[in-house]
């Protein structure tokens, strides 16, 4: 009974910390919960993104800026649409090639993210 205990705590631990920071690029700005804007210069951004192709290497809790990709919507933790004009957006992005590079420029728009 203990050990089928201690087993359920340590996947519920597990399964909040290994859960990515997983984005979903929704078709329609309705149904986005986040509004991006793609800029040209790393300077003008509110976060340094990097796109990973593993989801484990993206974690939710971390929130720096390194994002994974979903095919599926229900598999995201944010849901997110670029728009065509910076003026619409909720947060501005630069994509980096770096992973290090990564993180937040505008510590204000972070609870965007969370």
């Known amino acids: ?6 087993i359920a705590l340590l996947s519920i631990i597990y399964v909040q910390t290994a859960s990515a920071q997983k984005v ?3 078709d329609r700005q309705y149904q986005a919960d986040v509004k991006v804007f793609v800029v040209d210069h790393e300077y003008q951004a509110d976060l340094i993104v990097y796109k990973t192709d593993k989801d484990y290497r993206a974690k939710k809790s971390e929130n720096k800026g390194i994002w994974f ?3 599926k919507e229900y598999q995201a ?3 997110v649409f670029f728009v065509d004009h910076e003026y619409q957006a909720d947060l ?3 994509f ?3 992973e290090y590079r990564a993180g937040w420029k505008n ?3 972070k609870p ?3």
Do not use: W
């Not at 009974?1 to 201690?6: D, E, G, H």
């Open 107 to 109: 510590n204000d728009k």
């Open 1 to 6: 009974m203990r050990v089928s205990i201690i």
């Open 69 to 71: 990709f979903t095919t």
């Open 92 to 94: 501005k992005v630069y």
């Open 24 to 26: 979903y690029s929704t």
């Open 77 to 79: 933790d944010k849901k």
């Open 96 to 98: 980096t090639d770096k």
């Open 112 to 114: 965007l993210m969370y």
